[in-house]
């Protein structure tokens, strides 16, 4: 729970007794999901952004897409249809097999959500 100003002690007891711990922080801005509570439990920080990049975001079919500064344990999913995680190579590629627009999504913890749109062009005949 994020409370804008200090919380009556009735609601840090109420919460305490259901498991959670209480941390009193001074910021500018009140924490959102945008936040996090680091590692030592004292202080709040924003999550990163990725720094995930694709050569280009249109190709012809069977040609390959390329994402570079994919961090590991990184969770992609594509258009709901294919999930993994990535490994420890940072760079993902992926074969343009079908034709149409396709929505790859990039989650981890501690990270914002990155998407990319593809588009893969029908062979002309």
Known sequence: MVLNGQAPSEVITAQESS?????VVDVEDTPTHHYYVNAAE???????????????IQKDLDEQFT????PEGTSIDIDGQISSTMDDSSTLTLTASTAGN?????????YFEKVFLLYVNRRAI
């Open 67 to 70: 994402f570079s500064n994919v």
């Open 102 to 110: 396709w929505r790859v999504v990039f989650t981890k913890d501690k």
């Open 42 to 56: 004292d202080g709040v920080v924003r999550k990163s952004e990725f720094s995930i990049t694709v050569d280009d």
């Open 19 to 23: 498991g959670y711990s209480t941390l």
